[in-house]
């Protein structure tokens, strides 16, 4: 008997704003100047807040830190996607995120310099707690789609990752459970390159990640990750599919980690500085001030005064983390369990 094709299938890549600045009109979102100047101000917010926490960590004032810088458009374009309504499952690199969305900075600062007590999310918020340990955080947030599911809320959930957590057990167990139940997700995959100092070619056989999501039964799409406004069309599409009650996708977003992977790390014992400059020439920055000076609203003057705001709200920041008290003994049992141990409630004690 001839062979028969039983399932076939594409990736499709998503490029809108290229990094000369040009963008494709018949697939720019709709969205106002108002709201791309918006878009533009949050990723200077996050590579100021990048910038300060590096050299705060190397002032001895902070504890180790994950640079974000490069990955501002995946993280902005995602934030811009997302509802007060939808949760938010971040790893350890989505500072860019948390700020779009207004999550307290001397918080985020103060969680950095290794204070737990800063785990604890404003009740405003719908985002987890930071997750270290890679890909721990996928199966958390499938439960949480499952049981937006049975509340029938209006919402979807938005889960975090780079390309190291897609080999990870984590990653296939919940891709799999999100696939069957048709649970209401994004998987939002940062692939800036490198798990640490794996290359993305040392991970996987895969022509993409995104691809990875044909084989759970839902669609994978992949991004340019340094384009913004591709971030959002794509994520955006995302969610509201997944509010609609179709199922889960996962958004493959291809950028770039330009500084180290943590500030413990030093990337030029793996990288070359031929690849570190190729990158840098697609800074999502310098592509979105392209394309506002197209549109007549970026001037080296009205960027000189978003950078201010940023530097400004970054360094009363930094003043109000390095105000708050420490903490007390007794506090480092709270919130470790909803009901703590009989040992732990000794080991309080005894504090």
Sequence with gaps: MPDTVIATFQVRQLTILDPSGDV??????????????????FMVLTRVFDERAVSLQREGRMGTYPPVKGQEATQVGSAFALTKEDWIFPS????????????????????WTGDERAQRIPEQFKIFPFCVAVGSQLPQAVGAALAVRYRREP??????????????????????????????????????????????????????????????GFEGIQVDGNDVLAVYAAVSGALEKARRGEGPAMVECLTYRMADHTTA?????????????????????????RYLESRGRWTPEA???VRGWATAAIDQAVREMEEIPPPEPAELFEGALAELTPRQKRQRKER
């Design 155 to 216: 919402a979807a959930v938005a889960v975090f990752f780079g390309d190291g957590a897609t080999s990870k057990g984590d990653f296939h167990e919940a891709m799999n459970m999100a696939g069957v139940y048709r649970l209401p997700i994004v998987f939002i995959c940062q692939n800036n390159q490198w798990a640490i100092s794996v290359p993305v070619k040392g991970q996987t056989a895969s022509a993409t990640l995104a691809q990875k999501a044909v084989g759970y």
């Design 303 to 305: 960027a000189g005064e």
């Design 24 to 41: 494709d009109l018949a697939l720019l979102p709709k969205l106002s100047d108002d709201r791309l100047w918006e878009m533009y101000r």
């Design 265 to 289: 790390d030093d990337a030029g014992r793996y990288r070359s500085p031929e690849e570190v400059e190729y990158w840098r020439s697609r800074d999502p920055l310098l592509r979105m001030e």
């Design 92 to 111: 350890f690199r989505e500072m860019g995120v948390h700020l779009t969305l207004g999550f307290p900075i001397p918080q985020l600062l103060q969680y």
